[in-house]
């Protein structure tokens, strides 16, 4: 079966076989028991354990299984609905554990396509391999995507790196870029319990070469986060986690529970 990866190496086309990915120029890639398959060679790996650990890959799980993000992994499938071609291809560039990916896949299914994520967290990739069975992941950088040119019809980065160069590259012309992040209020009350001084986030709208805007669709929701683990999973799962004083986390793990608002901009291009 043919794949929408290609090999890392040479970059010909890869066909799925039973345990492993190979390429006509007899590269060959082994496919773990999960289902996913590593396509970050070597020579691109900056330690022995890119991307997030499994303590924050299954942090994220817990938060995101919470649903807590519904609203914004409801309005990407509507805008998938809204804006792609029948039968595409999407990838998830950045798809951490498959949460947003497997409600992605659910709906270009349906469509009559397919879905492929990637991510440099091999822990986070065997979450959403065993999430999807039905698609496919691999552990890759999305600075070097495996991935043909002008491959995929929608791509979709929810707060992950933004590899704009790369997604022009493997986007066809006219297909569609979901890229998602944090509104300036995003995570407000759990910054001000962590911060003296809490700040907002940057609010712009940045252009890029080769893409051109359609839309910036604002998402907001607001929840409870009801349990100590809960409130810890959604800590362990943002940037505040690794540059936050002592004292502002000793402050957040004496809360019992925590309202917090969601406040997300999802910024909606064309690949021209």
Not at 48 to 66: I, V
Not at 154 to 177: H, N, Q
Not at 201 to 218: A, C, K, T, V
Not at 232 to 248: A, E, I, N, S, V
Request: charged share 25%; glycine share 10%.
């Amino acid at each position: 079966m043919e794949s929408l990866f290609c090999c890392p190496i040479c970059g010909k086309g890869l066909g799925r076989e039973p345990g492993r990915y190979s390429c006509p120029r007899g590269h060959s890639f082994d496919l773990a028991k999960e289902g996913y398959v590593n396509l970050l060679p070597a020579n691109r790996q900056h330690s022995k354990a890119p991307g997030d650990d499994r303590e924050m890959a299954a942090a994220r799980t817990r938060f995101l299984e919470g649903g807590w993000y519904g609203p914004l992994r409801e309005t990407l499938c509507a805008l998938v609905e809204k804006y792609v071609p029948q039968a595409p291809a999407l990838l998830d560039a950045g798809c951490g554990e498959g949460w947003y990916t497997a409600a992605l896949a659910e709906t270009v299914a349906a469509m009559g396509g397919r879905t492929a994520g990637v991510d440099l967290s091999k822990p986070a990739v065997k979450k959403a391999a065993r999430r999807l069975p039905g698609g496919e992941f691999a552990v890759a950088s999305v600075y070097h995507l495996p991935l043909g040119d002008g491959s995929v019809d929608v791509l979709t980065d929810c707060f992950s790196p933004l590899a704009a160069k790369e997604f022009y590259r493997v986007l066809k012309p006219g297909g569609i870029f979901l890229y998602v992040v944090p509104a300036p209020r995003h995570l407000w009350e759990l910054k001000s319990v962590l911060y003296e001084h809490p700040y907002e986030n940057e609010d712009r709208r940045e252009e890029y070469p080769g893409f051109r805007y359609l839309d910036i669709l604002p998402v907001e929701t607001v929840f409870t986060l009801p349990t100590p683990q809960a409130i810890g999973d959604l800590y362990r799962m943002t940037p505040y986690f690794w540059k936050t004083p002592r004292q502002g986390a000793r402050r957040l793990e004496r809360l019992e529970e925590l309202t917090v608002t969601g406040q997300f901009r999802i910024h909606l291009f064309q690949r021209l």
